[in-house]
């Protein structure tokens, strides 16, 4: 059973306009979001996070939004550059408890010069 | 620091063999991760330790892998025997507890075939 979910495996964005990624996720006890970005050959890095008591968080171009009622969150890429092109994970865990994070399939970014 | 370090960064091997894939995590973290990235499930979580002691591993598929850390700054996943299905790429990444709380780093991976 999938817990976190991203739908769209691709997605393909002309430069300077912006990216959208969906993740939604099944699990309520679930209070703290992670994105992650992966280029080829290369582990996850970390990117933007959101508690659940926020419902916006902002860094650069980058921006998370978190809408518990839906379970969804959404990464907000603006403007979008080529070097954005990459696979994005979306991840969820715990702040209390353990420090497992369930990650989602991922989407493949490519940003259209 | 160096980060998460990872090897062999590439394993080819044939079905039945033993492989073994090893991992130091940045230094002074105290939670270290095993991952398995596939297209139909993504990032899977195998097993994860903390201050060295294995703390959930029931993403572990099967008696066929096994996952020691025998210190703060060692850890193997290990697949005997291995088979076709095993071939995918696995990633090690680690944490330290209560320190920008929830943040993962991962090392570079080790791509593993099993013909």
């Known amino acids: 059973d999938q817990q976190v979910k991203q739908n769209s495996p691709s997605l393909s964005v002309q430069e300077g306009r912006i990216s959208i990624l969906n993740c939604d996720y099944t699990?309520?006890?679930?209070?703290?979001f992670l994105w992650y970005k992966k280029y080829p050959a290369e582990g996850p890095t970390f990117l933007i996070s959101i508690s659940s008591i926020k419902d916006k968080n902002e860094d650069g171009r980058f921006t998370v939004f978190l809408n518990k009622s839906a379970k969804h969150l959404s990464l907000h890429i603006v403007p979008s550059q080529p070097g954005d092109s990459a696979v994005y994970f979306c991840?969820?865990?715990?702040?209390?408890?353990?420090?497992?994070?369930?990650f989602g399939t991922g989407t493949r970014l490519t940003i259209i010069p | 620091d160096a980060g998460v370090i990872q090897s062999p960064r590439h394993e080819v091997t044939e079905m039945g063999q033993e492989v073994t894939l090893r991992c130091k995590p940045i230094?002074?973290?105290?939670?270290l991760f095993w991952y398995r990235q596939t297209m139909m499930r993504g990032l899977e979580l195998l097993i994860y330790f903390n201050n060295n002691v294995p703390i959930d591993d029931s993403g572990m598929p099967e008696d066929r892998f096994s996952a020691k850390m025998p210190n703060a700054s060692f850890s193997t996943l290990k697949i005997q025997p291995s088979e076709p299905r095993d071939s995918a790429v696995y990633f090690c990444?680690?944490?330290?507890?209560?320190?920008?709380?929830?943040?993962?780093?991962f090392g570079a991976g080790t791509r593993l075939s099993v013909l």
């Open positions: 230094s002074g973290h105290n939670s």
């Open positions: 991840a969820a865990g715990r702040n209390f408890g353990n420090e497992k994070l369930t």
């Open positions: 699990n309520s006890m679930f209070d703290y």
């Open positions: 990444a680690s944490s330290q507890t209560g320190e920008a709380k929830n943040i993962q780093y």
